[in-house]
T-cell receptor, first 114, second 109 residues
Framework: EAQVTQNPRYLITVTGKKLTVTCSQN?????MSWYRQDPGLGLRQIYY???????DKGDVPEGYKVSRKEKRNFPLILESPSPNQTSLYFC?????????????FGPGTRLTVT | KNEVEQSPQNLTAQEGEFITINCSYS?????LHWLQQHPGGGIVSLFM???GKKKHGRLIATINIQEKHSSLHITASHPRDSAVYIC???????????FGTGTSLTVIP
C-alpha cells in the first residue's frame, strides 16, 4: 500500500531533550516536506527536500533540523525542544522535484513539550 | 503577512445544499492545491490546479489566475463532507507551500 508513515504518533517530552520524528514513504517520491499545524495559524512549512542530500528552509525552520540521506526517509530533528514547538506535525511527499503534484500526507505526530 | 486567505472560516450547511469555499492569494503561483482534513486529523489532497477548472465527483475546483482567486464547490452536500478544507499555493518564485488557515465545514442531516 502506498503510504507515508510517521513515528511516533504521539510524544510528550521535556524541554531540551533531543528528539527525532521519523518519516518514510514507499512511493519513490522526490519531494518531501515537514509541516506544523497550530490552531489559528494553519499549516506552515518547516523544511522541504527536492531530492537526496537537497534540503531547504520553509517558513518556520528555526529550532529544527532535517536530513535526506535516502530517498524514502526524511527525519525531523529537534535538538533542544522548547514548549513553543508543541504542535501537530505532518510529513508529506509528492512525485517530482517541484511542488506541482498531489501531496501524500502522513498521519501526523502530536508533540507536547513541557 | 498571510499570502493565502480563505473564507468563510466556518460554514454550516443543510444536507443537499450547494457549498462554496473561497481562496484568495497575494503572490504569483505555479499551482494551487485544495486539501481536506478529516475530523480525525488525516489530510488528503483533493485537487491541484494551475488553470481552469477540475471536477471529481461532487467536488469542483476553479481558479482565476488574473484575479488570484480559487473556489471549491461541493454539490449536493452530505454529512460525510464535514471536514476542514485547506487551500495551499506554490509560489512561482520558489519551491515552498503557503497555506490558508482552513474552512471548517459542518453538514447537518
Amino acid at each position: 500500500e502506498a503510504q507515508v508513515t510517521q513515528n511516533p504518533r504521539y510524544l510528550i517530552t521535556v524541554t531540551g531533550k533531543k528528539l527525532t520524528v521519523t518519516c518514510s514513504q514507499n512511493m519513490n517520491h522526490e519531494y518531501m516536506s515537514w509541516y506544523r499545524q497550530d490552531p489559528g495559524l494553519g499549516l506552515r512549512q518547516i523544511y522541504y527536500s527536492m531530492n537526496v542530500e537537497v534540503t531547504d528552509k520553509g517558513d518556520v525552520p528555526e529550532g529544527y533540523k532535517v536530513s535526506r540521506k535516502e530517498k524514502r526517509n526524511f527525519p525531523l530533528i529537534l535538538e533542544s525542544p522548547s514548549p513553543n514547538q508543541t504542535s501537530l506535525y505532518f510529513c508529506a511527499s509528492s512525485w517530482g522535484v517541484l511542488p506541482y503534484y498531489e501531496q501524500y500526507f502522513g498521519p501526523g505526530t502530536r508533540l507536547t513539550v513541557t | 503577512k498571510n499570502e493565502v486567505e480563505q473564507s468563510p472560516q466556518n460554514l454550516t450547511a443543510q444536507e443537499g445544499e450547494f457549498i462554496t469555499i473561497n481562496c484568495s492569494y497575494s503572490v504569483g503561483i505555479s499551482a494551487l492545491h485544495w486539501l481536506q482534513q478529516h475530523p480525525g486529523g488525516g489530510i488528503v489532497s483533493l485537487f491541484m490546479l494551475s488553470s481552469g477548472k477540475k471536477k471529481h465527483g461532487r467536488l469542483i475546483a476553479t481558479i482565476n489566475i488574473q484575479e488570484k482567486h480559487s473556489s471549491l464547490h461541493i454539490t449536493a452536500s452530505h454529512p460525510r463532507d464535514s471536514a476542514v478544507y485547506i487551500c495551499a499555493v506554490s509560489p512561482n518564485t520558489g519551491n515552498q507551500f503557503y497555506f490558508g488557515t482552513g474552512t471548517s465545514l459542518t453538514v447537518i442531516p
